[in-house]
């Protein structure tokens, strides 16, 4: 399995400016790391990809990079409380962030006040 590339600064300002327009300029801090994920359900092997993280009332985001403009994106809250959005793999990353956050905005729009 060849190497999945780093974001690049195109798709980290993608990110920040869509996490900037929903909660302010500066309000969210974007963390990047390596996460180790299955690419395929049946991979044995875990693969290494890179992943942006943030955090927002208590709701934890990972989008992660699994390719060459391939992203896969989940909202938790607990270990035992994670969500996507229905979609496995985006080509878009700005689409795939936008629909995590309508995700999640639908999702605590459902919730018991």
Known sequence: ??????????????????????WGKGSVELQLADAE???????????????????????????FKTGDKLYRCQF????YQQYGTGIEEYSDIGECAVSLLQAQADHQSEQPK
Do not use: H, K
């Open 37 to 63: 994920i299955r690419l395929d359900p049946n991979d044995r092997e875990l693969s290494t990809c890179p992943v942006a993280v943030w955090n927002v009332d208590g709701c934890g985001f990972a989008l």
């Open 1 to 22: 399995m060849p190497q999945i590339s780093d974001f690049s600064e195109t798709e980290r300002w993608t990110l920040q400016t869509t996490l900037d327009e929903r």
């Open 76 to 79: 938790f809250y607990r270990g």
